[in-house]
């Protein structure tokens, strides 16, 4: 008896194999994102969650557009898992300004450095977040989350910021700068 020869599908050119790795990477940065909505770290003003770090990570390695993706489908995933509390509409609404947010973070560290970088998102992400809000919920909702999304973004700027800076200035892992 004479086993069936099976052939293996090898992507025969290297931009198969470079879409599959870059699919691959988005897919790890998304559930990364959503794994981070899950981990809340205790603060003074609520509980402060990680889901932004990986896709500004993301913008910052890989480009504006895998930054962007990251972060809307992963903001997308975390509230699926949470079951949509505020509604689909407001996740979504929520889910393209964070991407947007990350898509800012790269185009600001592209020219102006980190620290421009890290204090535009911050104030965007922060208070302008916060002040798009206001449809959803008038003044009220705006002067009650304004200090929370300021927390919350600089925490996950700084993380991002601090790990693509360190795996950029270290010999541990090369990232090629384009």
């Given at each position: 008896m004479?086993?069936?020869?099976?052939?293996?599908?090898?992507?025969?050119?290297?931009?198969?194999?470079?879409?599959?790795?870059?699919?691959?990477?988005?897919?790890?940065?998304?559930?990364?994102?959503?794994?981070?909505?899950?981990?809340?770290?205790?603060?003074?003003?609520?509980?402060?969650?990680?889901?932004?770090?990986?896709?500004?990570?993301?913008?910052?390695?890989?480009?504006?557009?895998?930054?962007?993706?990251?972060?809307?489908?992963?903001?997308?995933?975390?509230?699926?898992?949470?079951?949509?509390?505020?509604?689909?509409?407001?996740?979504?609404?929520?889910?393209?300004?964070?991407?947007?947010?990350?898509t800012c973070l790269r185009l600001a560290y592209e020219r102006g450095g980190p620290v421009l970088a890290m204090l535009a998102t911050i104030f965007l992400a922060g208070v302008v977040a916060a002040a798009l809000s206001w449809p959803l919920g008038g003044q009220a909702l705006v002067t009650s989350s304004l200090a929370p999304f300021i927390v919350a973004a600089a925490v996950n700027v700084m993380l991002a910021m601090a790990a693509y800076v360190f795996l950029m200035r270290s010999k541990v892992v090369y990232v090629r700068r384009r």
């Open positions: 004479e086993l069936p020869r099976v052939r293996a599908k090898v992507p025969r050119v290297l931009g198969e194999a470079r879409e599959v790795q870059r699919a691959a990477r988005l897919i790890v940065f998304i559930v990364l994102s959503a794994l981070g909505a899950m981990a809340k770290v205790p603060g003074p003003l609520g509980a402060v969650t990680l889901d932004a770090a990986p896709s500004y990570f993301a913008a910052l390695a890989f480009g504006w557009g895998e930054g962007a993706l990251v972060a809307g489908l992963g903001s997308l995933l975390s509230a699926l898992i949470s079951g949509f509390p505020l509604g689909v509409l407001v996740h979504v609404y929520a889910a393209v300004q964070a991407a947007l947010w990350a």
